[in-house]
């Protein structure tokens, strides 16, 4: 799960596309979605291997009309056990975010 910091103002597609690109159990599309309520992007399909980081991406978040810095993202790797969530790593902080700029349109 990726928490995002309350000064990360952009919007978010309705439907987000997310890809496993190193280090996951499966390779491709992963099951993803965003809660806007609590800002919190949940990959649900996709188990992080023995490695030291991850690396995917998500296409349908916007950049931010700012360039100022933000808070900082909240990493936390769970897992379902007796039907409750438990926190098996948190990282908070030390999340590398690349934004690619897709096609300007007119609206």
Known sequence: MVRFPEDFETPFADKLDCQAI????????????????????????????????????????????????????????QKKEDGSWVTLETENGELTVKAIPGLLQNE
């Open 22 to 77: 190193q280090n996951f159990s499966r390779r491709g599309r992963l099951s993803c979605d965003y809660s806007a309520d609590v800002r919190m992007l949940t990959i649900k399909n996709g188990f992080p291997l023995q490695a030291r980081y991850v690396e995917f991406s998500v296409k349908g978040i916007s950049n931010p009309t700012s360039t100022k810095p933000s808070g900082n993202f909240n990493v936390s790797l």
